[in-house]
C-alpha cells in the first residue's frame, strides 16, 4: 500500500518486497555461520537492532519512492529478519528436550503464528489513525521492544556446536532436505501473491477490514 500511495505499481511492488525476500534467503547460510559464531542471544538482539533501525529508515521516502534507495533498504531489511528468525527459532531449539523437539517448536510457532494473526488489526488501524508514520514508529518500537527483551535472556545452552561438521550447502543438497525445500518455494509463491498484492486488490474493490483476511 505504502509503495502504491507513492507512485508505484505491480511491478514496483513486486520488485520491492521480492528483493527483501530474496536478501533474507541469500544470506542464510552466512547467518547461520555467525549465528553458531557469536551466539544466539547476541546474534537475535544484533537482529532485532537491525529490524527497528532499519524501519525508521522509511520516514526518508515518505516525500516520494526512490526505488534504488528502498530496495537498498529493504535489503539490510530482509537481513535482518532472517538473523532474527533464524537465531530464534535457533535459540528455542536449543532450550527444548531433544526427544521432545517437535513438541516444542510447534508450541513456539502458535505464538509467532498468534503475532501474524493479531498484528494486521493493530497495523490497519494504525494506518487509519495516524498513517504511516505512526505505523514506521509502532514497528520500529516494538522492534525496540523485543531488543530489550532479548537482553533480559539466558544466553542459552551450549549444545558443542561443532565446526566439522556438515557446511550449510551440504546440508541443503541432501535428499532430503532438497524435498523439504521445494516444497518450501511451492508454498513460498503463494504466500507472496497473498502477502504482497491481496492490499491492492481489496483497496481497488473497496473491501473494508482486509485484517480479517490475514
Not at 28 to 55: E, H
Not at 79 to 99: C, H, K, N
Not at 117 to 145: M, R
Amino acid at each position: 500500500l505504502f509503495i502504491a500511495d507513492h507512485g508505484g505499481g505491480a511491478k514496483e511492488i513486486g520488485l520491492v518486497m521480492g528483493v527483501f525476500a530474496l536478501a533474507s534467503a541469500l544470506c542464510s547460510p552466512w547467518v547461520s555461520t555467525m549465528i553458531d559464531r557469536i551466539g544466539r542471544k547476541r546474534s537475535f538482539a544484533f537482529g532485532c537492532l537491525i529490524m527497528a533501525v532499519l524501519t525508521l529508515a522509511y520516514f526518508a521516502f515518505l516525500d516520494g519512492i526512490h526505488l534504488l534507495p528502498l530496495l537498498a533498504v529493504r535489503i539490510l531489511h530482509g537481513i535482518g529478519l532472517a538473523i532474527s528468525f533464524t537465531a530464534v527459532f535457533t535459540f528455542v531449539a536449543d532450550l527444548i528436550p531433544s526427544d521432545r523437539l517437535n513438541e516444542g517448536i510447534g508450541i513456539f510457532g502458535v505464538s509467532g503464528l498468534t503475532g501474524l494473526a493479531a498484528g494486521p488489526f493493530f497495523a490497519e488501524a494504525v494506518l487509519k489513525i495516524g498513517g504511516y508514520p505512526s505505523f514506521f514508529l509502532l514497528s520500529s518500537l516494538l522492534a525496540s521492544v523485543a531488543f530489550c527483551l532479548v537482553l533480559l535472556l539466558p544466553e542459552g545452552v551450549d549444545r558443542g556446536h561443532s565446526s566439522s561438521g556438515p557446511s550449510f550447502f551440504g546440508l541443503f543438497f541432501g535428499r532430503k532436505f532438497i524435498v523439504v525445500a521445494l516444497l518450501s518455494g511451492l508454498f513460498g509463491f503463494g504466500l507472496a501473491a497473498t502477502g504482497n498484492f491481496v492490499a491492492p486488490l481489496a483497496r481497488e474493490k473497496g473491501i473494508a477490514f482486509l485484517s480479517l483476511f490475514y
